[in-house]
């Protein structure tokens, strides 16, 4: 779970390894929202990739999941971060 400490838009960022368009995506759901498919560019080193989907959370503790939708993606990091911030 994430703790949000003040309201408003989030990104989900992912740092990943997605080696070739067969292993480049993975599911994320935040609470009980929507199961959303997410597609990295291919890399074969770590690199950073924003979710494109924005998320409007209230103060508080979250539920955050990540599911498998293809083998072969590797996932490093995860940040949840106000739209106009980088990791």
Same mark, same amino acid.
């Given at each position: 779970s994430v703790y949000v400490t003040q309201g408003g838009d989030y990104r989900l960022w992912v740092r990943t390894i997605a080696p070739d368009y067969t292993s480049d995506s993975f599911f994320v759901r935040i609470d009980r929202g929507a199961v959303i498919p997410f597609h990295v560019p291919g890399s074969r080193t770590w690199a950073w990739q924003k979710l494109g989907a924005s998320f409007a959370l209230p103060a508080? #503790?979250?539920?955050?999941?990540?599911? #498998?939708r293809e083998d072969g993606i590797a996932l490093d990091r995860l940040e949840l971060r106000p739209p106009e911030c980088t990791p």
């Open positions: 508080g #503790r979250h539920e955050l999941s990540i599911g #498998r």
